[in-house]
């Protein structure tokens, strides 16, 4: 384990959102899944914030088809802007010009075949050059005191290593995930012996299952220049993880934090229940109407 400080700076992110969302149809039918909302902001902002937290600058957005509303929503919207102005929507004016914070710049680059997560972050690879980059999969929304990237930010900091995200998975939902094996390196550290895409229960290494946050040394895109098709017969950025742990050491940090698994209708229940339990604007009405109206009829 190296030990000397490395400060490694961390000024872009990577976020693949070219996926189809067809687990949301019919209401991903004609914009992006990654533009739902949890309570009132979409998923996307909310990996975005999170990236900013971590210090990241510049943003790249690896899209396809029917994604222009991701565009949209970090534009500057004129219309809407002078709309509230005129009518003295202060707030509300701050809140829309706010999703893009000054200094942040947006980038948008289509995957034009989908050809897995690995093929997606190469096809950003000329936008990052020689640098350590991170990749944020807006699925994961990962809700805590301190944003998931910016303690894996701190990690990759002290030790010039890639970083992934990982959480301990139980029981058959391990096989929904990559998964790492380890060897422990402090109280959330974990040394990367070895990552494998989607195991079957009985075959996984693990039950430490990877989050979607990952940074990267460049020498990751060696290795998913290299990639052959993998699980699913798609390009998995698991297998180039697989390659680079061969050739650097990777990390994997346990981060703070809950993770919804915004994928999945349940997770984006979830996650709207809870952090609509926590907003300002709604939190109390919100637990009245489940604790007097909802619980009841639940009995
Ligand atoms: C992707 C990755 C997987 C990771 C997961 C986290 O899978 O391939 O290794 O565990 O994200 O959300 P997906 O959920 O896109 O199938």
């Known amino acids: 384990m190296m ?8 000024r872009k992110a990577i976020f693949p959102v070219a996926g189809l969302g067809s687990r949301f149809l019919p209401a991903t039918k004609a914009s992006p899944k990654e533009m739902m909302p949890v309570v009132d902001k979409p998923l996307i902002q909310y990996a975005v914030e999170e990236a900013v937290s971590a210090g990241i600058t510049e943003m790249i957005f690896v899209t396809g088809r029917a994604k222009r509303a991701i565009a949209d929503h970090f534009d500057k919207a004129y219309e809407l802007e002078h ?18 914070p000054k ?23 000329h936008l990052i050059g020689d640098e350590s980059f991170a990749v944020l999969l807006a699925d994961d929304l990962i809700h805590g005191e301190t944003p998931a990237l910016k303690q894996m930010a701190e990690q990759h900091g002290f030790y010039g290593s890639s970083v992934i995200a990982v959480q301990k998975v139980s029981g058959a939902g391990i096989s ?15 040394s990367l012996n070895g990552i494998v895409e989607k195991p079957k229960v009985e075959d996984a290494p693990s039950d430490m299952g990877v989050t979607g ?28 993880i697989q390659m680079l742990l061969m050739q650097e050491q990777v990390l994997a940090y346990q981060f703070q934090g809950t993770r919804y698994d915004c994928g999945s209708k349940i997770g984006l229940l979830r996650a709207n229940i809870e952090l609509g339990l926590e907003h300002p604007e709604i939190g109390k009405k919100l637990r009245d109407f489940l604790k007097n109206e909802l619980f009841q009829k639940l009995q």
């Open 213 to 240: 946050r990952y940074i990267f040394s460049p020498q990751i895109f060696d290795h998913l220049r290299a990639l052959k098709p993998g699980a699913g017969g798609e390009y998995q950025l698991t297998d180039a």
């Open 103 to 125: 200094g942040v710049s947006c980038t948008y680059i289509r995957q034009t075949e989908a050809l897995g997560l690995g093929h997606a972050v190469l096809t950003a690879a």
């Open 176 to 190: 929904a995930y990559g998964v790492i094996s380890g060897t422990k390196q402090g109280a959330h550290l974990y």
């Open 3 to 10: 030990s000397s400080k490395k400060h490694k700076v961390l």
């Open 83 to 100: 709309q509230l102005e005129k009518s003295g929507k202060k707030e509300l004016l701050k809140i829309a010009q706010g999703v893009v």
